[in-house]
Each structure stands twice: as structure tokens, then as C-alpha cells.
């Protein structure tokens, strides 16, 4: 399986601020997501990263507010943007090429 | 209703107990299954597939039965490194790896 690397691991930010986490994978993959999982909960898909189109979203989630980009099969981008104390979560970037989705270490995000 | 529901936890066993884990699913059109383990502050990592006939992997046993939208996992003989949250994961439509996650169940052995 790929390794999937991001950054940062963790970040303190203030309301009304935006972040934006990393994901490099060390081979292309085919499919690239978006997790984010907070606390005491399961994994919540944000959306799908789509190489070089507008990544598609799951009910709830907007692209004002985590927009995406995937420019190569390689790297994706997550941005928080506006942060509320409600954002405070551990958002993972996954990737897929045969079924099994394999994780990076996730970033953690407090927000104060 | 969710899509993916497990058991509610935590279970806690003693060290060589079996525990058995049920999951039910509400998408008939779901393709594939799995069992997902996470370590506590870990990433997810996959555990099993879960194929149709049932399929076994050492002391872990996967079974899943279409009718019912039924998935369980069996862990026989129970470690202490065996503690973990275990997720139970359904990809809703075949769509290489777009997997939807039950709220897991966290499983506690004890020496």
C-alpha cells in the first residue's frame, strides 16, 4: 500500500482563520478523500478530491467552507476555512486504488 | 438512521475471551466490506475484507450476509494487543474505495 504523509500533524488556530493540511502520497493513486473524525467519533467523509476538477461533496459539506484541490494523482489539499471552535477535529486524507483505503496520520485542529 | 451501525462499546474481556462484533448496514446496493482497526490517537488501518462465504484471517473471522445486511467479525482467543476500536466500513457503491464508516466499537482486553 501507499504511504500518505500530511502536514501539518497538528495545529492551534484562531476563530475566523483558515488552514490548509497537505497530503502527499509516495505513488499515484486513482482515488483520493477527504475524512474528517471528531472527537469520540467515527470517520465522517468531507469529499472526494477529483485530479484537476471541483472535488465532490457529502451532504453537509461545502466548497466556501473545505474547498479542495487534487492538481496530480500525487497531492491533495484540504482548507479549513472560517474556523469555529466546532472545527476542532482530526482530518484525514485516505487513498485508494484497488478498494482498500489506506490513511495518513491525520491532522489534528484545535481551534480556539 | 445511519448508514453503517455497530455495536454500541466498550466491550471488555479477559485476555483469551471470544467477542464477536455485529454490524448492519442500511445501502442494499453496497458493494464491499470491511473491518477497519484503530488504535487509540492512530489512523485506521484495514484489518479485513469481508467476502461473501465468510472468510478467516488467523484468530479473526469475518461473515456477511446480504439478506439481513449483516456483517460480524469473531476474535478468538483474545490478546491484550487486541485492544482497539474496531470499525466496521461499507463501500457504498463500488466506487474504488468511497467507504462509509460505522461509529466503531472499542474493545478492551485485560490481562
Known amino acids: 500500500s501507499a504511504v500518505i504523509s500530511q502536514k501539518p500533524s497538528r495545529d492551534i488556530c484562531q476563530r475566523g482563520t483558515s488552514l490548509t493540511i497537505q497530503c502527499q502520497v509516495d505513488?499515484?493513486?486513482?482515488?483520493m478523500f477527504w475524512y474528517r473524525q471528531q472527537p469520540g467519533q467515527s470517520l465522517t467523509l468531507i469529499a472526494t478530491a477529483n485530479q484537476g476538477s471541483e472535488a465532490t461533496y457529502e451532504s453537509g459539506f461545502v466548497i466556501d467552507k473545505f474547498p479542495i484541490s487534487r492538481p496530480n494523482l500525487t497531492f491533495s489539499t484540504l482548507t479549513v476555512s472560517n474556523m469555529s471552535p466546532e472545527d476542532s477535529s482530526i482530518y484525514l486524507c485516505?487513498?485508494?486504488?484497488?478498494?482498500?483505503?489506506?490513511f495518513g496520520e491525520g491532522s489534528r485542529l484545535t481551534v480556539l | 438512521r445511519k448508514e453503517v451501525e455497530q455495536d454500541p462499546g466498550p466491550f471488555n474481556v479477559p485476555e483469551g475471551a471470544t467477542v464477536a462484533f455485529n454490524c448492519t448496514y442500511s445501502?442494499?446496493?453496497?458493494?464491499?466490506f470491511f473491518w477497519y482497526r484503530q488504535d487509540c490517537r492512530k489512523e485506521p488501518k484495514l484489518l479485513m475484507s469481508?467476502?461473501?462465504s465468510g472468510n478467516e484471517d488467523g484468530r479473526f473471522t469475518a461473515q456477511l450476509n446480504r439478506a439481513s445486511q449483516y456483517i460480524s467479525l469473531l476474535i478468538r482467543d483474545s490478546k491484550l494487543s487486541d485492544s482497539a476500536t474496531y470499525l466496521c466500513?461499507?463501500?457504498?457503491?463500488?466506487?474504488?474505495?468511497?467507504?462509509?464508516f460505522g461509529q466503531g466499537t472499542e474493545l478492551s482486553v485485560k490481562p
Open positions: 485516505s487513498g485508494s486504488n484497488t478498494g482498500e483505503l489506506f
Open positions: 466500513v461499507v463501500n457504498r457503491n463500488n466506487q474504488g474505495g468511497k467507504l462509509i
Open positions: 505513488s499515484q493513486v486513482t482515488m
Open positions: 445501502n442494499s446496493a453496497s458493494q464491499s
Open positions: 469481508v467476502y461473501s
